[in-house]
């Protein structure tokens, strides 16, 4: 699978955290993808991203949106002004009927910090350790690709050991259970997050992916599921 072969196998060792992506890949050819890029010895850019089509051309599109990220966050130091610039590459000769979401955040080890901007995509979850709520990152901007006039916005996050960010596709929230026709939905997803918030991360990805299967009783996915899990420890763990 394309997909398989261009994310990352593992995600690099940064102080002060702990970090996994989980892709698991639908029956047909899609676009979902994440990235880890290390862009100094303090600060590592993550992506996730959805591109909205099938086979080919979605799968096409998603490797050009990779290349293209990887190219521009070396020159851009804002998340807001990468998407800025990936939108406007695409808006100039895509096809309107593909187009992308995509959050992609700058993680510093040094100042604790993630620094993000979400192009219509999924709202990252944020659970601060011991806390009862799990917020919504919601700053951005539109969907990539279809308007060159969109613009975006960035936020940031300061890390306290134990705080977490869970990214993910809509392959998640609306995994199926086929008897009834219920979603996973949001609600499930922050539940569980909130219920699991000490796991590791790698272990975090595995329980979200057993919580999908027993749901829809299935491993059969109509769309792809992706998850990039962030999580602040403490330097001990």
Same mark, same amino acid.
């Given at each position: 699978?394309i997909?398989?072969?261009?994310?990352?196998?593992?995600a690099?060792?940064l102080?002060g955290?702990?970090? %996994?992506g989980?892709?698991?890949?639908s029956?047909?050819?899609s676009?979902d993808f994440y990235?880890?890029i290390?862009l100094?010895d303090? #600060?590592?850019? *993550?992506?996730i991203?959805?591109?909205r089509?099938?086979g *080919?051309?979605a799968?096409?599109l998603?490797?050009m949106?990779r290349t !293209?990220?990887? /190219?521009?966050c070396r020159?851009?130091?804002?998340?807001? %002004?990468v998407l800025?610039? *990936?939108?406007? /590459?695409? %808006?100039?000769d895509?096809?309107?009927?593909?187009?992308a979401?995509?959050v992609?955040?700058?993680l510093d080890?040094?100042?604790?910090?993630?620094?993000y901007?979400?192009?219509g995509?999924?709202?990252?979850?944020?659970?601060?350790?011991?806390? $009862?709520?799990?917020a919504?990152?919601?700053?951005?901007?539109?969907i990539?690709g279809t308007?060159? @006039?969109?613009t975006?916005?960035s936020?940031t996050?300061?890390? %306290?050991?134990g705080?977490?960010?869970?990214? @993910?596709?809509?392959?998640?929230?609306e995994? =199926?259970r086929?008897?009834d026709?219920?979603? @996973?939905g =949001?609600? #499930?997803?922050a539940a569980?997050?909130?219920?699991?918030g000490?796991?590791p991360a790698? !272990?975090?990805?595995?329980t979200i992916?057993?919580a999908?299967?027993d749901?829809?009783?299935t491993?059969? #996915?109509?769309?792809?599921? $992706? *998850?990039?899990?962030i #999580?602040?420890?403490?330097?001990?763990?």
């Amino acid at each position: 699978m394309i997909q398989q072969n261009l994310i990352p196998q593992q995600a690099p060792d940064l102080p002060g955290f702990d970090i %996994a992506g989980f892709l698991r890949s639908s029956m047909t050819v899609s676009g979902d993808f994440y990235d880890f890029i290390l862009l100094d010895d303090n #600060r590592l850019g *993550i992506t996730i991203a959805d591109v909205r089509g099938k086979g *080919i051309p979605a799968a096409l599109l998603m490797v050009m949106i990779r290349t !293209t990220l990887r /190219l521009i966050c070396r020159e851009e130091t804002s998340p807001d %002004a990468v998407l800025k610039r *990936i939108n406007d /590459l695409l %808006a100039i000769d895509t096809d309107p009927d593909l187009f992308a979401t995509m959050v992609y955040g700058i993680l510093d080890s040094a100042a604790m910090t993630f620094t993000y901007s979400s192009a219509g995509h999924n709202y990252p979850l944020y659970l601060k350790n011991g806390g $009862t709520e799990v917020a919504q990152l919601e700053v951005g901007g539109m969907i990539l690709g279809t308007f060159d @006039y969109a613009t975006f916005e960035s936020e940031t996050i300061h890390f %306290a050991p134990g705080d977490e960010i869970l990214l @993910y596709t809509d392959g998640v929230t609306e995994a =199926e259970r086929k008897s009834d026709e219920t979603f @996973y939905g =949001e609600e #499930r997803l922050a539940a569980l997050l909130q219920s699991n918030g000490n796991q590791p991360a790698e !272990t975090l990805c595995q329980t979200i992916e057993k919580a999908l299967l027993d749901f829809t009783g299935t491993d059969h #996915r109509d769309d792809d599921v $992706t *998850i990039v899990v962030i #999580r602040a420890t403490d330097g001990k763990e």
